[in-house]
């Protein structure tokens, strides 16, 4: 059981370049998160899903793209990248449990945008 | 606009005290709250728990005690270890979204 694994873990991207941001869980879990975590801050959420073939945006979507074709995938893409897309990004998947609840993070990719 | 709050970044502490970790929520809503731990260079990890109907949840060195009227919650780290170094978040579930806190730096000096 591997839990939520993301790759890559660091990527130097020049600006305007695209890329894709892996995550997947083998929890069998429905909903599923992606976070983008700055200096200093908390967690903002850029989109998340709640089953296959369902996404919604979050607080900060401007800038990105996902899809969720299986329940345990959960890509997220930049298109155009932009140095204000440096950051630690986090992807989660939710366990629901009658009140006892919570979210399993991956370990992050590093983001550098130069 | 920031439904968690936590308005302390850092917290140093001497190993063997108890380190108190502070958590404010405007949502009244929210009926749910986590604690999570994160280390450098790895994912936040789930700690401890706590539901609206109670006031106080314990598990093992780790308490976190509710107070409804006043939108607050603590962390009671006891006694601090320094394994315990750690950025600490607060974040709440509400519908489909988490609401996480900026979070707080805890130091524990051996």
């Known amino acids: 059981n591997a839990g939520v694994t993301q790759t890559p873990k660091f990527r130097i991207l020049k600006i305007g370049q695209s890329m894709t941001l892996q995550c997947a869980q083998d929890?069998?879990?429905?909903?599923m998160y992606w976070y983008r975590q700055d200096p200093g801050m908390g967690l903002k959420l850029i989109y998340y899903?709640?089953?296959?073939?369902?996404?919604d945006k979050g607080e900060v979507p401007n800038g990105y793209n996902v899809s969720r074709s299986t329940t345990e995938d959960f890509p997220l893409r930049l298109e155009l990248a932009a140095p204000s897309q440096t950051s630690v990004y986090f992807c989660?998947?939710?366990?629901?449990?009658?009140?006892?609840?919570?979210?399993?993070f991956g370990p992050g990719t590093r983001l550098l945008v130069l | 606009d920031q439904q968690v709050k936590q308005n302390s970044p850092s917290l140093s502490v001497q190993e063997g005290r108890i380190s108190i970790l502070n958590c404010d929520y405007t949502?009244?809503?929210?009926?749910?709250f986590l604690w999570y731990k994160k280390y450098p260079a790895e994912g936040p990890t789930f700690l401890i728990s706590?539901?609206?109907?109670?006031d106080k949840n314990e598990d093992g060195r780790f308490t976190v005690f509710l107070n409804k009227s006043a939108k607050h919650l603590s962390l009671h780290i006891v006694p601090s270890q320094p394994g315990d170094s750690a950025v600490y978040f607060c974040?709440?579930?509400?519908?489909?979204?988490?609401?996480f806190g900026t979070g707080t730096s805890l130091t524990v000096i051996p």
């Open positions: 989660a998947s939710r366990r629901l449990a009658g009140g006892q609840e919570t979210q399993y």
């Open positions: 929890m069998n879990h429905n909903y």
């Open positions: 899903s709640v089953g296959a073939g369902i996404t």
């Open positions: 949502n009244s809503m929210f009926d749910y």
């Open positions: 706590i539901s609206s109907i109670k």
């Open positions: 974040a709440a579930p509400t519908g489909n979204q988490f609401y």
